[in-house]
């Protein structure tokens, strides 16, 4: 398919769901009704041979606003801690996928979203979406979000500027390519942010989102374990960390089928953000 036909499917799906979303603002700390958001824990995959301090004195912002862009598209402002959360209206969620795509497990949890008409996010790997074009067609073709997860998941504190540079470009040129677009949010690896990651992903048009409740699916904890910690953490503007790729996800993709029809029943609305320009 070229290029110019996956820019004009995304658009057409972008228009239909537009409806609802979040989108970040910049200089305003504001906290659900829950209180203050749990700081993010590193993430993904294995575990790094040095692992950054926890960012426990981050001031994490939420995701805010719903509805279209009012305005055309500005500079992406450059942040000093990553979004953490939404608020807005109603029990609204939203759930994230880093490290694939996987030809092993993302279908299984594409397949399971598909089922019921969920929207999610996906934070993929350049290297796995170069072997995986596919998977990013079928990503855009049913409305999901594509953000930058840099290309070879590395530690980003331990890397020289131009590195970072290289991991987080790459990838958006990939994805730009399967996808249609290039991508609006970017996750550091193991939620070690720095600020050449905060500037260059301002630079490539991307905000950083971080989470709110981390399944730690990860370690292999068991599909009774994940659901159980989705279920536990589960409230309105939560963002909800799990993975499919990076190891066996067979676990994250048998629990998304037992919680999300949980969450649906519990009257929570699972979407995607969507940036909103000021």
């Known amino acids: ?38 700081a993010a824990t590193p993430a993904a995959g294995a575990p790094a041979q040095s692992l950054p301090l926890k960012p426990s004195a981050y001031r994490l912002q939420p995701l805010t606003g719903y509805g279209p862009p009012r305005t055309a598209p500005g500079r992406t402002p ?24 996987d030809p092993r497990y993302t279908p299984g949890i594409l397949d399971t979203l598909a089922h019921y008409d969920v929207r999610a996010m996906f934070f993929v790997c350049g ?34 500027r131009r590195q970072i540079h290289s991991e987080m470009s790459r990838t958006s040129d990939v994805i730009e390519e ?3 677009e290039r991508p609006r949010w970017f996750r550091a690896p193991y939620g ?29 904890p068991g599909t009774g374990t994940i659901v159980e910690r989705v279920e536990k953490g ?9 993975h499919d790729a990076g190891g066996d996800r067979s676990q994250s993709v048998r629990a998304l089928r037992t919680y999300l029809p949980q969450l649906l ?9 969507h940036r909103q320009y000021t």
């Open 1 to 38: 398919m070229k290029k110019d036909q996956l820019f004009t499917r995304r658009r057409a799906l972008l228009a239909g769901a537009a409806a609802v979303g979040a989108a970040g603002t910049a200089g305003v700390f504001l906290w659900g009704e829950d209180g203050p958001p749990r």
């Open 265 to 273: 029943d519990s009257g929570y609305h699972i979407t995607v953000p």
């Open 78 to 101: 450059v942040r000093h801690e990553p979004l953490l959360r939404m608020t807005g209206r109603g029990r609204t969620m939203v759930l994230t996928f880093d490290d694939g795509p």
């Open 178 to 180: 399967g996808y249609g």
């Open 127 to 160: 290297e796995m979406a170069s072997y995986n074009q596919d998977l990013l067609g079928r990503m855009a073709d049913e409305g999901h979000i594509v953000g930058n997860h840099t290309w070879s998941h590395p530690l980003l504190t331990g890397l020289t």
């Open 192 to 220: 070690a942010w720095n600020r050449a990651a905060f500037q260059f992903g301002a630079e490539l048009g991307m905000e950083p989102l971080a989470w709110t409740v981390d399944t730690l699916d990860w370690t292999a």
């Open 234 to 242: 589960a409230a309105p503007g939560v963002v909800v960390l799990s």
